[in-house]
């Protein structure tokens, strides 16, 4: 069993910044790949970043790519995820996931990840 803990998230002004973390626990493994979703009300739960445990490659949506960076700080088993540039638009719940046996192509769908955190609101005012 691996336990997720989302923190970080708030309210923020649009073009302001937020870093959510997330501190892993149990069985985590070091070629995990940890990830970050997000759920905006009445849309499905879309992909945003991951990141490799091992190496640290990392991948991201289109939609955030050069305002979001994610990162982890292994002596922690912490992922976070800074977030920048924010716009109102990326509004949502933000959780964060696990995949313990991941393929070599880093993942970025739902069923591929294995845990899942409570999640984290973030809300971005005009």
């Known amino acids: 069993q691996v336990q997720l803990v989302e923190s970080g998230g708030g309210l923020v002004q649009a073009r302001g910044s937020l870093r959510l973390s997330c501190a892993a626990s149990g069985r985590t493994r070091s070629s995990a790949v940890m990830g970050w979703f997000r759920q905006a009300p009445g849309k499905e739960r879309d992909f945003v970043a991951a990141?490799?445990?091992?190496?640290?490659?990392?991948i991201y949506a289109t939609s955030v790519k050069g305002r979001f960076t994610i990162s982890r700080e292994i002596a922690k088993n912490t992922v976070y995820l800074q977030m920048n540039s924010l716009k109102p638009e990326d509004t949502a719940i933000y959780y964060c996931?696990?995949?313990?046996?991941?393929?070599?192509?880093?993942?970025?769908?739902?069923?591929?990840?294995?845990?899942w955190g409570q999640g984290t609101q973030v809300t971005v005012s005009s």
């Open positions: 996931a696990a995949d313990i046996d991941p393929p070599v192509v880093l993942p970025t769908t739902e069923p591929q990840y294995d845990y």
């Open positions: 990141i490799r445990w091992s190496g640290g490659a990392s």
